[in-house]
């Protein structure tokens, strides 16, 4: 079965450079969620989107920004980048509407290095 | 501001023997989920327990749920060395799009 795809696996970046992360969901799954994980830390909400709107905003920086496109794959562009921002970065899909209710399915992540 | 924390924080248990790892949160909630990670790779839903259940088992993992304490305690039975992995609980406030609070997790070690 299809599952959540994330390129790329590995990232590394300097400082203030600009990386982009892409995630294609699940087929058929309408709302996609970033989620960053630092060292031996929990996941942290970033931001989600539900049929190409930006549906909610958690922790994300205002140097990020994020999109949904017409064939629901996501973006998530990081700009002046700093070391901090070292960080696993997923993304996850949910089908039904991202209905309450359902399970998230996380794809592999980005392993973001920025030296 | 963190919604689960989870207790403990590290584990290490001999093969065979059982496994529990509890899970506090702030808010109301709509659902727990927990869910699993090996070192450095995504997220793996396990278990999803809605509010207005108390109780649930899905192969060697039983879930509870005690809305009136805020918390949640996950059991793998018959631990197995291939259990090692970080387990995180995640609840779920609002509506879907809102996504999941992830808790610290607990990082279950499995002796052989």
């Known amino acids: 079965a299809a599952g959540v795809i994330q390129s790329p696996r590995h990232l590394i970046k300097e400082k203030r450079e600009t990386a982009t992360l892409k995630c294609y969901p699940i087929p058929r799954h309408d709302t996609v969620y970033w989620y960053q994980q630092g060292p031996g830390q929990d996941p942290q909400f970033l931001i989600s989107?539900?049929?190409?709107?930006?549906?909610d905003k958690g922790s994300i920086p205002d140097r990020f920004s994020a999109q949904q496109f017409s064939d629901y794959h996501s973006e998530l562009n990081m700009s002046s980048l700093e070391l901090g921002d070292s960080a696993l970065y997923f993304c996850?899909?949910?089908?039904?509407?991202?209905?309450?209710?359902?399970?998230?399915?996380f794809g592999s992540g980005t392993q973001l290095s920025v030296l | 501001s963190q919604q689960g924390e989870e207790d403990p924080q590290a584990l290490s248990i001999q093969e065979g023997e059982n496994a529990t790892m509890n899970c506090s949160y702030k808010t109301s909630i709509n659902n727990l989920q927990w869910y699993r990670q090996n070192s450095g790779r995504g997220l793996v839903h396990l278990i999803l327990i809605r509010s207005n259940e108390r109780e649930k088992h899905s192969g060697r993992l039983r879930v509870t749920l005690d809305t009136s304490k805020k918390s949640s305690s996950l059991l793998i039975t018959a631990s197995r060395a291939a259990d090692t992995a970080s387990y995180f609980c995640a609840t779920e406030s609002g509506g879907g799009a809102d996504g999941l609070t992830f808790g610290k997790g607990t990082h279950l070690i499995i002796q052989p």
């Open positions: 996850a899909s949910r089908g039904r509407g991202g209905a309450s209710g359902e399970k998230l399915f």
């Open positions: 989107f539900y049929e190409k709107m930006q549906s």
